[in-house]
C-alpha cells in the first residue's frame, strides 16, 4: 500500500526556517513527479511546489524565492526547505504523488503543521 509521512512541522518566528521532509513507501517515487500542498483549516487545498522525475521544480508564486523542493530518489523522500517565512504561511503541509493522465492521487496523508508567529 502506498503510503506518504511528512515531518519536520513546527513552531518558528517569522523570519525562520524549517525543512520538511516526506517519506515514501509502497512505490518508487523516482519515476513520479512529487509535490508538497498546504491548506490552512477551512480553506482549500493548494499545491506550493513540485519537482518532476527529472529534477524540474515549480513554485506558487507566494513562495518564489523562499521555498526550495528537493528530492532523494534513492531514500524514497522528498524535502521543502522553507526560508523567510511569514504568518501566512501557517499551514498544514501535505506531500503527493501526481500520475500522469490522473493527476494528483485522491488520498492525504495526515500532514505535517507548521506555525509562524508574528
Known amino acids: 500500500q502506498v503510503q506518504l509521512v511528512e515531518s519536520g512541522g513546527g513552531l518558528v518566528q517569522t523570519g525562520g526556517s524549517l525543512r520538511l521532509s516526506c517519506v515514501a513507501s509502497g512505490i518508487w517515487t523516482s519515476a513520479y513527479t512529487m509535490g508538497w500542498h498546504r491548506q490552512v483549516l477551512g480553506k482549500q487545498r493548494e499545491l506550493v511546489a513540485s519537482?518532476?522525475?527529472?529534477?524540474?521544480?515549480d513554485y506558487a508564486d507566494s513562495v518564489k524565492g523562499r521555498f526550495t523542493i528537493s528530492r532523494d530518489n534513492a531514500k524514497s523522500t522528498i524535502f521543502l526547505q522553507m526560508n523567510s517565512l511569514k504568518p501566512e504561511d501557517t499551514a498544514v503541509y501535505y506531500c503527493?504523488?501526481?500520475?500522469?493522465?490522473?493527476?494528483?492521487?485522491?488520498?492525504w496523508g495526515q500532514g505535517t503543521q507548521v506555525t509562524v508567529s508574528s
Open positions: 519537482i518532476s522525475s527529472g529534477g524540474r521544480t
Open positions: 503527493n504523488i501526481f500520475f500522469s493522465n490522473r493527476g494528483w492521487r485522491d488520498s
